[in-house]
């Protein structure tokens, strides 16, 4: 059991600092939910299944979903696909990586 325990927290590490370092907005949103369903698996070990079901069902679906909307009504939703004038918007103050 602890090696799984292990195994999450490495991962929600993880995606914890990924969350830091992406410059994607929906690179960061997926981590971001990575983060919030590791919890939620941690919670379920500890026998908290009340509290695993609203911090997946807040945490990682209600505030992903609320801030995917946000980004699409921003306009910062897309993903570079390598064509040229279709570029996504960067983090502010971050250069692309190379």
Known sequence: MEWLVLIIVVVMLGAAVAVLLLQHYLAVLAAWSVVSLGLSVLFVIV??????????????????????????RVGLWRIDTGVPGDAVKKLPGREPQR
């Open 47 to 72: 026998r908290a299944p009340d509290v695993a079901m609203t911090e997946a069902a807040i945490g990682a679906g209600l505030s992903s979903v609320l801030f995917a909307l946000v980004l699409r």
